[in-house]
């Protein structure tokens, strides 16, 4: 890929159906409505599958519950090693780990990735997101907003 505009990925991951878990998803979409250039993916809960979509990024964003055991509404923005050195990182289980060792393996992980979400305070059935991590949007998403500029402008 060579479009500047799709060398970046911004992957939202969670379940809007279990409550905070659907942070990713919320960033997602409010991030995207403010039009920076890159590829937005709603990656749900989809694991492994979604490795082709790694292939021939040179940076990936992604915007996730991310469970380290902070306080309920903490934002957390993992890059490099900051990533693998935790074993359950996001809130449903290992999935972007997952995803993330299977594309080093296969040779797909892209130069570039960040890992940027919120503490979660209840992840169970349930629809919307806890006061916690509502309260957390605004940095959450400022801090997706500066990542993502700062990968579009080493593009250039």
């Given at each position: 890929m060579t479009d500047g505009?799709?060398?970046?990925?911004?992957?939202g991951l969670g379940n809007l159906l279990l409550s905070d878990d659907?942070?990713?998803?919320r960033l997602l979409k409010d991030l995207s409505s403010q039009g920076a250039a890159a590829e937005y993916l709603d990656g749900g809960t989809q694991g492994l599958a979604l490795l082709?979509?790694?292939?021939d990024r040179r940076a990936l964003i992604i915007l996730d519950a991310v469970a380290l055991g902070a306080p309920?509404?903490?934002?957390?923005?993992?890059q490099g090693d900051g990533i693998s050195a935790h074993h359950a990182v996001t809130a449903h289980g290992s999935n972007a780990l997952e995803l993330?060792?299977?594309a080093r393996l296969l040779g797909d992980l892209p130069p570039s990735v960040t890992i940027i979400g919120v503490e979660?305070?209840?992840?169970?059935?349930?629809?919307?997101?806890s006061p916690a991590v509502e309260a957390a949007i605004p940095e959450a998403l400022s801090r997706?907003?500066?990542?993502?500029?700062?990968?579009?402008a080493s593009s250039a």
């Open positions: 505009s799709t060398d970046i990925l911004v992957l659907g942070l990713g998803l082709s979509y790694l292939a309920p509404g903490t934002v957390h923005v993992l993330l060792a299977a979660p305070a209840c992840i169970r059935t349930g629809i919307g997101l997706a907003h500066e990542v993502l500029e700062s990968a579009i």
